[in-house]
């Protein structure tokens, strides 16, 4: 199994709202990521954590918050995000296998829209 | 530092034909390459990989890659194309430090036509 599920599916958000994006993984992986992903563009990395540390945030505006609350769990908390912050966002997680290094597998992402 | 330049940034092909979805890498040290898959409004799959061993990788729905480390390339193919492969494809590079680095191509969309 190599299901990563992300909720909700979509969200519609105004600037001033404060929101969440929820990733989920149950195959014991030890990184997680967090992209972002605008139309007919490859995913951009914004946050890595491994073994529940921030381990990369790439410059990402501080209107994005990233959490993990446990091993299984990644959480996006959104503030006062601007129009051009709509875009799809992709959670992956990924373990290495020794030898073999890491693949990462993506989740279904969520499509936001901030008014 | 590693880099991926995909060729051709649309492809279109009749249905039934070959399909061949160029990459190109750079690496700096020897690469984990990989290939997704992304349909409209989805994730990305994993189609195939390489880490080590053999060259020729063969993946998800028919498709195959081969590493050619002279050539420093990693070209996506399948024998005979399907509407229902019509998506955008990404090959990435990465490099391995703890967790997983992706560098991606800019992605070709494969188009197929009846």
């Known amino acids: 199994d190599t299901e990563v599920t992300q909720t909700p599916k979509h969200l519609v958000m105004g600037m001033t709202n404060k929101k969440s994006l929820k990733c989920e993984q149950h195959m014991g992986h030890r990184a997680m990521y967090w992209y972002k992903q605008k139309a007919k563009k490859p995913p951009e990395l914004m946050f890595v954590y491994s073994y529940e540390k921030l381990s990369i945030n790439e410059s990402v505006p501080s209107r994005f918050s990233p959490e993990c609350p446990n091993s299984s769990l990644l959480n996006l908390h959104l503030h006062a995000l601007q129009p051009e912050d709509s875009a799809l966002y992709l959670c992956?997680?990924?373990?290495?296998?020794?030898?073999?290094?890491?693949?990462?597998?993506f989740g279904p992402g969520t499509r936001l829209l901030v008014l | 530092a590693q880099s991926v330049t995909q060729l051709g940034s649309h492809v279109s092909v009749s249905e039934g034909a070959l399909v061949l979805l160029r990459c190109n890498y750079s690496?700096?040290?020897?690469?984990?390459l990989f290939w997704y898959v992304q349909y409209p409004n989805q994730g990305l799959q994993l189609l195939l990989k390489?880490?080590?061993?053999?060259?020729l990788v063969k993946g998800i729905n028919g498709f195959e890659a081969e590493f050619k480390k002279s050539e420093t390339s990693f070209h996506l193919t399948k024998p005979s194309a399907h509407m229902s492969d019509a998506a955008e494809y990404f090959c990435a590079v990465s490099v391995n430090s703890g967790y997983s680095t992706l560098t991606f191509g800019k992605g070709t969309m494969l188009l197929v036509s009846p």
């Open positions: 690496s700096s040290v020897p690469p984990y």
């Open positions: 390489y880490t080590t061993g053999a060259t």
């Open positions: 992956a997680s990924s373990q290495e296998v020794q030898g073999r290094g890491e693949t990462q597998y």
